[in-house]
Every structure is written in structure tokens, then in C-alpha cells.
């Protein structure tokens, strides 16, 4: 494959893209001053998915991927007390409580307006709460800023409900795009690419664009951009909105599969037969009110 990622200066890069796609690039992308080793560098990833790389999760390797994450102890994610209220006056969240363990696969639902989006937002740091503590892999992302914040960024796959791909750029780029911004070797990106594009059933349309592809599979490009980096914590803010019931339950088979391989997943959705047909914890968010519904 000739693959060309367009070189982004990471100063100012992602100009020349939609809005959208570029806001959410930047907050991924941020320039940061790697924790450790040199610039070019790769972020170290989780040892589960370093060593078992994403569509080889048979299940002889499963458990010992999972048990070699090597990643701190304690939860993944836990929210004290949070409440969120927007400038505007909208109460999005209220007193939410929530610990998402390590290995964990949570749906959260609600309908729209409830606080689904928010509650994410506040994990990935782009919103912050007027009240309560958040941890994400023990760090209180209240005590972080600039350069630590876009570190633990970088350990946060995020998926959302319109894709978010750079449409004049072939899916291998879309996917690509995010570990060579990062600085990780091209024959590390090699590495890493084709077995994301497997896992997610597209390596036969590397070379489409966005607009060859449909909804379905614009997804599931979105998807490998998410977890090619390999980032311990997935956020799918409803990933199957746009979708058919087929396409829906492929997107979900996909990140069942990816916690499968030790990827803690959170999924917010509004389809109550996705989460039905599902036996995944449950929490339910009604007027920015959580409680559990099925543990
Ligand atoms: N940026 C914002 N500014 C003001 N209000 C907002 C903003 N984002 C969301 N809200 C409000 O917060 C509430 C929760 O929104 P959201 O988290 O997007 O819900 P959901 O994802 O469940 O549809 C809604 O009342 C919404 O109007
Ligand atoms: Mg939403």
C-alpha cells in the first residue's frame, strides 16, 4: 500500500478540515511532551494489545491479555458526586455517582437530553463538572491541565455518532492519521493498521474514501481510529445513532470484541432493544439523574 498520510505541522494541521473533525483532532492531537522516551516515540500501549493486536482475540488469548495489562490498579473511571450545570442554566447532570471498573463494559442510557453526552464529555475532559470529583485511570482530571490533560486524552478512544472522518482522506489515513500526528514510526503505524482495519471487516476498503462507504462502515472506520493507538478506555457516545439494527448490532458485536482484549467500554445509547438484548451492566440517566438498572 502506498500510504500517504497528509503530514499535519501539528501547530496548524488540521486546518483545511471541517470544524468538527478538526476540533475533535485537536483535543486528540494536542501537541504533548512525551512521559517518556524521545519525540517519535510511540505512547507505550496496553501490554494486552501491544502483544495481542486488535482481531486476534481468540478466546485461548483473552484471558491472558487481560491479565497482562499493565496498567494501574483500582477503577478505570469514577464519579463522586458530580453535577454539571451549562452557562446557560441547564442542569445536565445531578449528584451522579458512578465507579466503572477495569475490564468493565457499561451502557448508559436515557433519552435525549439527559446528560449521556455530558457525562462523557466530562470523562474525556472537554467539559468540566461545577461540582464532584472525577477520576479516569486514577487521575483526578480536575488536577489536570494542558500537557497532563492531553496525555490521558491520548488513553481515551472516543467514538461518536456522526463518525467524524477527514472525508477527502482514504480510510487507511483516517486511521492512520492519529498515530502518525503522535509521532509513532511508519513501521509501527504498518503494524498497527492492518490488523485495526481487520478487526473492524474493512481492510478490503482501505483505499475508499468516507463517501464510498456507507453509514455502517464510516462507523466502524471511526471505530479503528479509536482503539488503533490501543487506549485502555473507549467512549462511544451513540455510536449506533445513525445506524440500522444490522449495522447497530455489528458496531456493538465490534466493541464487545475489543473488550474482550481488555478495553474498558462505554457506551451510551437510547436503543433500549441494543441494551436488552445485552447482558451488560446498565445505568439509566433521566434529567442528569443516574441510577442502576441492571449491575
Ligand atoms: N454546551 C451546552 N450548553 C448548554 N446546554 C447544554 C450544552 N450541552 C448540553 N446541554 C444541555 O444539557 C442537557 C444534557 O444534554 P446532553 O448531555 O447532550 O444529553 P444527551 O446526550 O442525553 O442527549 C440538555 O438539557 C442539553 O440541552
Ligand atoms: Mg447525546
Not at 13 to 20: A, F, H, M
Not at 215 to 241: K, N
Request: charged share 20%; aromatic share 4%.
Amino acid at each position: 500500500m502506498t500510504m500517504t498520510p497528509v503530514a499535519p505541522r501539528l501547530d496548524d494541521g488540521l486546518s483545511g478540515l471541517p470544524d468538527e473533525v478538526r476540533a475533535h483532532l485537536h483535543s486528540r492531537l494536542k501537541v504533548v511532551v512525551p512521559a517518556q522516551g524521545g519525540p517519535g516515540a510511540p505512547p507505550q500501549p496496553i501490554s494486552a494489545t501491544s502483544a495481542v493486536p486488535p482481531g486476534n482475540g481468540h478466546s485461548s488469548s483473552e484471558a491472558a491479555s487481560k491479565s497482562s495489562v499493565k496498567e494501574p490498579a483500582g477503577p478505570m473511571v469514577v464519579l463522586e458526586n458530580v453535577s454539571k450545570v451549562y452557562k446557560n442554566g441547564s442542569q445536565a447532570l445531578s449528584q451522579v455517582n458512578l465507579q466503572v471498573n477495569r475490564g468493565d463494559f457499561l451502557f448508559v442510557t436515557g433519552p435525549s437530553g439527559s446528560g449521556k453526552s455530558t457525562l462523557l464529555k466530562l470523562l474525556y475532559g472537554q467539559e468540566r463538572p461545577n461540582e464532584g470529583n472525577i477520576l479516569v485511570n486514577t487521575e483526578r482530571l480536575d488536577r489536570l491541565k494542558g500537557n497532563r490533560l492531553a496525555m490521558l486524552r491520548r488513553r481515551i478512544g472516543v467514538v461518536f455518532q456522526d463518525y467524524k472522518l477527514i472525508p477527502r482522506r482514504t480510510v487507511a489515513e483516517n486511521v492512520a492519521f492519529v498515530l502518525w500526528a503522535q509521532g509513532f514510526t511508519r513501521k509501527e503505524i504498518h503494524r498497527r493498521l492492518w490488523p485495526t482495519l481487520k478487526m473492524v471487516g474493512l481492510q478490503g476498503k482501505s483505499q475508499c474514501f468516507p463517501d464510498e462507504l456507507s453509514g455502517g462502515e464510516q462507523q466502524r472506520v471511526s471505530i479503528a481510529r479509536a482503539v488503533v493507538s490501543t487506549p485502555p478506555l473507549l467512549l462511544a457516545d451513540e455510536p449506533t445513532g445513525n445506524l440500522d439494527s444490522e449495522n447497530s448490532l455489528q458496531v456493538i458485536k465490534i466493541l464487545k470484541k475489543l473488550n474482550s482484549i481488555g478495553i474498558t467500554v462505554i457506551v451510551t445509547t437510547h436503543d433500549e432493544h441494543l441494551v436488552r438484548i445485552s447482558n451488560h451492566p446498565v445505568v439509566q440517566l433521566n434529567n442528569g439523574v443516574l441510577r442502576h438498572l441492571r449491575c
